[in-house]
């Protein structure tokens, strides 16, 4: 007898070979015999004659084909993923250590020490981590968000419905839709 499984149908008497190279009972790793049994019922081809061996062998190698090209195409999509996730990560590294200098560049701004040569670097820095994609965020008079503030101080007041940002300590920045460093302020709520 064949190390494939075989079932009989009692209701047709025909004779069912299963193929699957993999018993559904054990999960045993089958051999596969190189010639079929007798009376072996074989599936039709697309002009309704049994299919040779041949065309069993070409089905099998067009189906693997096909589940390793769809391997390849989704280890390529999830490769791009990781690469782009890399790139994001490492701008982001970059631009949240160069934040001290951007706020020493607003503080020299708000002083009327940025003139001259130190100014025109100080707005090209700007523009170019503008351009990657760096957003300042946080402003007085908006509702304070904990996602995206840090309280350093609060007061009670009986004039406001929800906790407001009363005052901007340090500006937020936010890089990719991630936030590299929350605003710091002055929050208000009702008591």
């Not at 089958?30 to 010639?35: F, G, I, L, S």
């Not at 791009?80 to 949240?96: F, M, T």
């Not at 101080?153 to 940002?165: A, F, G, K, M």
């Amino acid at each position: 007898m064949s190390s494939e499984y075989q079932n009989e149908d009692e209701e047709q008497g025909v004779r069912v070979t299963d193929k699957r190279r993999i018993d559904p009972d054990t999960y045993a790793l089958r051999e596969v015999d190189a010639q079929p049994e007798s009376g072996e019922v074989r599936q039709l081809d697309e002009a309704g004659a049994p299919a040779t061996d041949e065309t069993d062998k070409l089905a099998e190698l067009t189906n693997d084909l096909q589940r390793v090209q769809a391997e390849y195409a989704n280890y390529r999509r999830r490769v791009d993923r990781d690469r782009e996730l890399v790139k994001e990560n490492a701008i982001g590294s970059v631009i949240a250590a160069l934040l001290p200098v951007i706020d020493d560049i607003d503080r020299a701004r708000e002083h009327g020490e940025l003139e001259g040569a130190f100014r025109s670097v100080g707005e090209a820095l700007e523009g170019a981590l503008a351009k990657l994609g760096l957003e300042k965020f946080g402003t007085a008079n908006e509702p304070f968000d904990p996602n995206l503030h840090e309280a350093l101080s609060t007061e009670s007041r009986d004039d406001i419905s929800e906790p407001t940002v009363t005052a901007l300590y340090q500006p937020g920045y936010r890089y990719a839709g991630r936030v590299l460093r929350p605003a710091r302020v002055a929050v208000a709520g009702t008591d």
